[in-house]
């Protein structure tokens, strides 16, 4: 029997606040545990949540930019359920009526646009962390600490519609949103860091059938690589068990990333009744157009839009403007050193080649390192010119990482420069000529390939430094007399 | 006179012209207390140190010849579910019995600015769920009328404590009437304002939506000065409303002549006592002796009012009353195995029978398959409530009708009646549904009991419903037999 797979995502990203999400304490990560509280967000009887401002503003932003209607009245909504990282024992969320709805995120597969759909972009509070004694859960541990730091910091949950019909399309997905968030600086989106959180639905479906297949939930998706593995193994469980006349049974699922299996986490004893209803301690939520507008402005070019611009009006190959376009550090690198030295397609090869090399390899980021786009258009142009090997240039460029150095400084330093003169040239390919009797002699004979041989030669006795066009012109009309 | 049976006026008059201090006063209330309380049992805890030290600071203040305020130096108490600083707040309950709240409710951070003197904290029923002060963990209270009877709940301490004059004037909340019928069952004055207009910051949560402070005091002059007080936008609370706060005393004009008044006839018929209806329609006789146009009217959807009540304030004291699981603070069970055992246990230990009463109806209205039948349609049902009320306020300027259908009954005569108990709620839960004000004030004696009349208002008129009590207190007997004269105290 053949199947269709349908996933569907749920993210969960942590806003770039100062502050949490119903009271001033401050959202950072990392300080001593349970120092970043208050009696708000510690629960203490008779407190009430305060709406962060930003924190709705960066979550409208991001439903802008996924194209998503701003619903003229949103309500916080209480979710109930019992756990010691959840002061209240309920979690302040939004159940019947979001903040957005009904947008769509593009993703590239295999060359193509493919629109994925979004169902609803909402607001809630983060519970805090425990750390346990003695065991890995709660469960069989001697005890628990409680550390309400994160508690109350403010989450984003994007929920697309189950329009993702593969394994690598999810990672897709993932992956562009997460670029989008970090672009619009709403999120820092790191997987591995908790900073983005990813949990899947997944379910199959027989070829040409409507409805829908029994999903399982998938959790402890921390990496690219997590989600990837996970859904491959579940389309793979799940394929097996209904062709082998099973039911899949709804539950929810735990990745291994040891295994790359997913197993079942049935030994939760209630399922979940959260009992939502409006929160009566807080308004609805009703943004003004005027506000929307603000915001809407303050987004900018999006990271598709600019990949699209790239392609069409600076004609990148697909490649590079996918590269340049995902990265904003990078894009604004290229569109500044393209003010300078007006040849886009050069730019965009070197950053993504021996640029980004060297930033990947030393784990340094393109604004960290002493490559200016001033330097990168003095060096390219230099190449145009001819006062320098593209070769010459590639070790020029590390240095201008390393140092900032301008380019005729390293030059002078390393006696780099590339030989143009045509005297000094002349002289070597004579020399060449003179060391290479049969091999001029198979060239006169028609055999013209051989010229490549010579080149060689001479670049070898120049020591890389003689301009090869040149040589390529002058050694052809030595070789005719 | 004592000073401890002076209102805040009179002794503000008395601060003014140097014939007394804050700490005579404030020790003439302790000397009260000394007493009388081992009868009245009003108090959860008595902050007698820190009374005085404050009562000094407005001494010194007075002394320096600085403006002082209405407040300044006078004796308050604050029901027990509001939270103070460092000082114990129970909420009469066991989970709580050794809470200290890291922070204070806005409106003790307000009187604390005006140079209150805090008396102590008094006893409610548990959470504030009650009618009677009974469901209290800590103690019994009792009426200082008649000490075999209820003083009313949830806020019996506060309104015992004024009119036992243990206090001069205290703070207590109102969810389903928990201001007004204490004041009406202990002969004192109660209002609850409208929804919004005072901080519920600090206060400790039981139904969201309908809960608010309020003063209970000996008069209504007191009561205008305790809402200048307490009233005004919080940006802590985002419920409360910013509108601008009158200066409720300028509202105190003995007059009114014309004032249109609807007499809820649906609250004088079957389930009221016979001799409260009497007293009560003496009362409205009196509104039209002094210039009001009287009516009856009726309101269709008060049949439901109980019902609506007693499934959205359980519902949201269900969410409210989560919290209290034995982690972070308060009692925390010494039977535990696991987490789950944990939570049982504690919650079970700690919460009264009415509480987890009252914790299992909300919970069954919230839950999946049952929100749309239960809490949704209580919901519809309140806009019906509170829809009834703006056609009234459309002819009328004020509703009247008896605060309680009976004056206070029997200590224990209800405790195994939960039905009866919420049943005695009946003229006070549709006001609270509706969000707007309404005030008790005293208007008589049944079998040597007080009655109460309560006065509604429009929302965000408090004016209207001081001036109609301030007229009607004003022209009725001065403060009938005192306490002495009855011999009970």
């Known amino acids: ?481 | 006179m004592n000073l401890n049976e002076l209102t805040a006026h009179e002794l503000h008059d008395l601060l003014k012209a140097k014939k007394t201090s804050a700490v005579e006063i404030t020790e003439a209330v302790f000397l009260r207390i000394d007493k009388v309380e081992g009868k009245i049992g009003a108090y959860v805890t008595l902050t007698k140190d820190i009374a005085l030290r404050q009562a000094k600071l407005a001494d010194e203040k007075i002394k320096r010849g600085e403006k002082i305020s209405p407040l300044e130096g006078i004796p308050v108490a604050i029901k027990d579910n509001m939270c103070t600083k460092g000082v114990l707040t129970t909420a009469s309950s066991k989970i709580l019995s050794n809470y200290k709240p890291p922070y204070n409710a806005t409106v003790v951070e307000i009187l604390n600015a005006l140079g209150t003197a805090m008396v102590g904290k008094t006893n409610l029923d548990e959470f504030a769920m009650g009618s009677s002060t009974e469901n209290s963990a800590i103690k019994t209270t009792r009426n200082p009328w008649d000490t075999d009877r209820v003083p009313g709940g949830s806020s019996g301490g506060a309104a015992a404590s004024v009119a036992a004059n243990e206090t001069i004037l205290a703070l207590g909340s109102d969810t389903g009437g928990s201001i007004r019928q204490p004041a009406s069952f202990c002969g004192v004055v109660g209002m609850k304002p409208t929804y919004g207009r005072v901080s519920r910051y600090g206060l400790i949560a039981f139904a969201s939506s309908l809960d608010q402070i309020g003063p209970i005091t000996k008069d209504v002059e007191d009561c205008a000065i305790a809402m200048n007080a307490i009233s005004g936008y919080d940006e802590m609370d985002s419920t409360s409303v910013n509108k601008p706060v009158p200066d409720y005393t300028k509202a105190l004009k003995n007059d009114i002549k014309g004032l249109k008044v609807g007499v809820i006839s649906d609250l004088l018929g079957i389930g009221i006592d016979k001799d409260v209806k009497d007293i009560v329609l003496k009362a409205v006789k009196k509104l039209e002796e002094l210039g009001a146009k009287t009516e009856e009217v009726k309101m269709p959807t008060f049949e439901y009012a109980v019902a609506t009540y007693y499934l959205i304030a359980p519902a949201e004291a269900s969410a409210n009353l989560e919290r209290y699981d034995g982690v972070k603070y308060g009692h925390r069970s010494k039977e535990v195995k696991d987490l789950l055992t944990m939570y049982y246990n504690t919650r079970r230990e700690g919460f009264g029978s009415e509480v987890k009463r009252r914790i299992m109806i909300g919970t069954y209205a919230l839950s999946s398959g049952y929100y749309d039948a239960y809490y949704l349609k209580a919901q519809k049902v309140r806009t019906l409530i509170a829809r009834d009320f703006e056609k009234a306020f459309g002819k009328f300027d004020v509703l009247v009708s008896p605060t309680c259908p009976t004056v206070a009954f029997k200590i224990g005569e209800k405790k195994d009646d939960p039905i009866s108990m919420y049943l005695s709620d009946i003229a006070t839960i549709p006001v609270n549904l509706a969000g707007i004000p309404a005030i008790s004030v005293p208007c008589g004696f049944s079998n040597n009991m007080p009655v109460g009349l309560q006065i509604i208002g429009k929302a965000f008129d408090e004016e209207t419903i001081l001036r109609a009590a301030y007229a009607y207190e004003q022209s009725s007997p001065p403060v009938p037999l005192s306490l002495k004269e009855r011999g009970n105290i």
């Open chain 1, 1 to 481: 029997m053949q199947f269709e797979t349908i996933i569907g995502l749920e993210i969960h990203a942590q806003l770039l606040t100062e502050s949490k999400m119903f009271c001033s304490c401050s959202a950072k990560f990392g300080a001593v545990p349970n120092t970043n509280v208050c009696p708000i967000c510690t629960g203490q009887p008779g407190v009430l949540p305060k709406m962060n401002r930003k924190a709705i503003e960066l979550a409208i932003k991001t439903a802008l930019a996924l194209d998503c209607k701003i619903e003229p009245r949103s309500v916080f909504a209480r979710k109930n359920y019992f756990y010691p990282d959840l002061p209240k024992n309920y979690q302040i969320s939004q159940y019947e009526l979001p903040l957005a709805t009904k947008g769509f995120l593009d993703i590239e597969m295999d060359g193509k646009t493919k629109k994925i759909g979004i169902t609803r972009v909402h607001l809630e509070e983060d519970a805090g962390k425990l750390v346990h004694k003695g065991a890995a859960r709660i469960m069989g541990s001697e005890e628990s600490l409680v550390d309400l730091n994160r508690t109350g910091t403010p989450l984003m949950e994007i929920v697309s519609e189950p329009d993702i019909r593969s394994p690598e399309e999810a990672k897709e997905y993932v992956e562009e949103l997460a670029n989008l968030l970090k672009q619009l600086g709403v999120c820092d989106a790191k997987l591995e860091e908790g900073s983005l959180r990813c949990d899947a639905n997944i379910s199959l479906r027989p070829v040409g059938e409507s409805k829908l297949g029994v999903k399982s939930e998938v959790k402890n998706l921390n990496s690219f690589r997590s989600i990837l593995k996970a859904l491959e193994h579940e389309v793979k469980r799940q394929t097996q068990v209904l062709n082998e006349g099973g039911k899949i049974v709804q539950e929810t699922r735990y990745f291994d990333d040891l295994t790359d299996t997913t197993t079942s986490m049935r030994s939760k004893e209630f399922a979940h009744d959260y009992r939502y209803f409006p929160e009566p301690d807080l308004v609805p939520v009703e943004p003004d157009a005027k506000w929307i507008n603000e915001i809407k402005k303050s987004i900018g070019e999006l990271p598709a839009q600019k990949r699209k611009r790239y392609e069409k009006e600076l004609g990148l190959p697909p490649h590079n403007a996918n590269l340049i376009s995902s990265s904003k550090e990078m894009a604004d690198f290229f569109e500044e050193t393209l003010k300078l030295y007006n040849d886009p397609i050069d730019i965009s090869n070197q950053l993504i080649g021996d640029v980004s090399a060297y930033s990947n390899e030393n784990k340094i980021p393109l604004s960290k390192t002493r490559l200016t786009p001033f330097l990168m258009a003095g060096t390219l142009g230099e190449i145009k010119k001819g006062s320098i090997s593209r070769k010459m240039a590639k070790d020029i460029i590390i240095e201008q990482l390393k140092t900032g150095k301008a380019v005729d400084e390293i030059t002078k330093e390393s006696g780099m420069a590339q030989i143009s003169d045509e005297g000094e040239l002349i002289k070597i390919i004579k020399e060449v000529i003179a060391a290479n009797p049969k091999i001029v002699e198979d060239y006169k004979k028609g055999k013209t390939t051989v010229a490549a041989f010579l080149v060689g030669q001479v670049m070898r006795a120049s020591k890389g430094q003689a301009n090869p066009a040149l040589v390529n012109k002058l050694l052809k009309e030595e070789l005719k007399k």
